[in-house]
């Protein structure tokens, strides 16, 4: 029988506004995957729950199942990641890697491994790291623990090793024969940097110097296969990035 009172370590995604006082809290856990869970009194000036459901933060938390969503019955926070309420130019990226993460889980997988990856993304943009490089390694990061991720060996169609370019349909390389037309330019170097961004842990992504020219093709070719494969047009939070 599943116990009515349980425990996670959690990361909050999301929270929305539920009925006069409460909150619907997204929490992302280590032990229990992805799931809604009730915060009630939230909203309320007194409320203990308050600080500690909020989004960015992490902590543990006891609830208790209820016959739609569980309610949190108390929490203690480990980290809040201020740096994102006390410097607006970095609360979009914390909040495009918690949207992301939200909207690639569906609840059902095993959540470790996202938890983790999002945990090391927003504990390193509090640091001094090129923000571009660390988003576009966590959305193939992400990407690849959820089990999409790109082909980047050798071409797609034909198993040709000298790749020219990417295709978001077919989610990987394609050879100077096989290309069509709704491909984007690739370069080995461009596709080195991608391969080390899924392989190396995320800390490592800010070391990497791409040229210009990397650096655009990286933009291209992981916004391409992110709207292909997730729809990524409607994640709000990417349009106020400014790296
Ligand atoms: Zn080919």
Not at 37 to 66: C, E
Not at 138 to 143: D, I, V
Not at 148 to 159: D, E, I, Q
Request: charged content about 25%; proline content about 4%; some cysteine.
């Amino acid at each position: 029988m599943t116990e009515r009172i349980f425990k996670a370590e959690g990361l909050v995604l999301r929270t929305r506004v539920l009925g006069e006082a409460d909150r619907l809290v997204t929490i992302l856990t280590w032990e229990e995957g992805k799931f809604e869970a009730v915060a009630h009194g939230a909203r309320k000036i007194k409320s203990k729950l308050a600080a500690g459901v909020d989004i960015f933060t992490h902590g543990r938390f006891t609830f208790h199942r209820g016959k739609t969503w569980p309610t949190i019955t108390s929490q203690d926070p480990i980290e809040h990641f201020l740096w994102f309420r006390e410097n607006p130019d970095l609360y979009p990226y914390g909040l495009y890697l918690a949207e992301l993460t939200d909207r690639l889980i569906s609840g059902e997988e095993s959540s470790a491994g996202f938890c983790q990856l999002l945990l090391d993304g927003w504990r390193l943009l509090g640091e001094d790291v090129d923000r571009f490089l660390l988003c576009r390694a966590f959305e193939l990061k992400l990407a690849h623990i959820a089990g999409y991720s790109p082909h980047l060996h050798c071409c797609t169609s034909c198993g040709n090793e000298r790749t020219v370019a990417f295709s978001p349909r077919q989610g990987g390389l394609l050879c100077s024969r096989c290309k069509g037309v709704d491909v984007i330019s690739m370069a080995p170097g461009t596709v080195a940097i991608a391969r080390r961004f899924i392989e190396a842990p995320l800390s490592q992504a800010g070391l990497i110097r791409p040229s210009v020219q990397q650096r655009q093709e990286l933009a291209l070719v992981t916004a391409a296969f992110l709207n292909y494969h997730l729809d990524l047009g409607e994640i709000k939070s990417r349009r106020l990035l400014t790296d």
